[in-house]
């Protein structure tokens, strides 16, 4: 986590993302299709690696195409709170539910956490990609209209 702390302020937030996710999706996987005790452990590690820089780099990410005030900021807090409450309650249901998966559901929930985070990110990357597009343009046409601005009025006082 310090590692991915001191690589933001060198390496923008999707770069780092695209990085990590991967490893997010490697352990949850990892630790369904090979249910050792080592295998485990580093699946733990990959998770941990790889889905703890997701939550504030895409803040950071979505702060570039929009003003993130303390509302927003709420609201996405509250999102990302209520899906750590119910986790822990959802994984021992779906265990007691299906017997023969257990707490495998621990992992299998944490796999589709890390795909929806996953997918997120393209979204995201691609909003911001069309919101920069967007200002780009309407720059664009506003500096072109301050342009013909004056000649427009200098051929009106012409006469």
Not at 4 to 11: E, G, R
Not at 59 to 84: F, R
Request: hydrophobic share 60%.
């Amino acid at each position: 986590m310090w590692a991915q702390a001191f690589a933001v302020a060198f390496v923008h937030a999707s770069t780092l993302l695209h990085a990590t996710m991967p490893l997010a999706v490697a352990g949850a996987a990892g630790a369904l299709l090979w249910p050792t005790r080592a295998t485990t452990l580093a699946s733990v590690l990959l998770v941990g690696a790889g889905a703890a820089c997701g939550f504030p780099n895409m803040l950071s990410i979505a702060a570039e195409a929009a003003d993130l005030d303390g509302h927003v900021n709420g609201i996405i807090s509250t999102v990302a709170g209520v899906a750590l409450t119910v986790m822990p309650y959802v994984v021992p249901w779906l265990a007691k539910l299906d017997p023969a998966r257990g707490f495998s559901w621990l992992m299998i929930a944490t796999l589709a956490m890390a795909v929806m985070q996953w997918a997120a990110l393209a979204q995201l990357m691609a909003a911001v990609r069309a919101h920069k597009l967007r200002a780009g343009r309407s720059r664009r046409s506003s500096e072109a209209a301050d342009l013909h601005t004056p000649l427009l009025h200098a051929a009106e006082e012409e006469p």
